[in-house]
């Protein structure tokens, strides 16, 4: 069992940048895959980005790359996602999650195993 808590989320006007956090409890952290996702009202759950469980790989959507990047601290049990240069358009709950059974990651929510419970982000134009 992993438990995922979000932090680091809030209102922050266009083109500024954030930085959430995500701290994995257990002590096999290092096996699983880390995405992103967010959600936003009346929308389906989408994919922004994802690293490896070795940290070497990282990818992302389209409309947040150059913008967004993803880290993983092993040794702390946390991953990070840092958002640069915000658009209202990424308005929406954002959600870590980790997947033990594929080790680069996925695009696809069905393929993670464990969920945090989101962390609200605004952007304001």
């Known amino acids: 069992q992993v438990q995922l808590v979000e932090s680091g989320g809030g209102l922050v006007q266009a083109g500024g940048s954030l930085r959430l956090s995500c701290a994995a409890s257990?002590?096999?952290?290092?096996?699983?895959?880390v995405g992103w996702f967010r959600q936003a009202p009346g929308k389906e759950r989408e994919f922004v980005g994802g690293i490896s469980q070795s940290g070497l790989s990282t990818y992302y959507t389209d409309s947040v790359k150059g913008r967004f990047t993803i880290s993983r601290d092993n040794a702390k049990n946390t991953m990070y996602l840092q958002m640069n240069s915000l658009k209202p358009e990424d308005t929406a709950v954002y959600y870590c999650?980790?997947?033990?059974?594929?080790?680069?990651?996925?695009?696809?929510?069905?393929?993670?195993?464990?969920w945090g419970q989101g962390t609200q982000v605004t952007v304001s134009s």
């Open positions: 257990g002590r096999t952290f290092s096996r699983y895959a």
């Open positions: 999650a980790v997947s033990a059974r594929y080790t680069t990651g996925s695009v696809y929510p069905r393929d993670y195993d464990y």
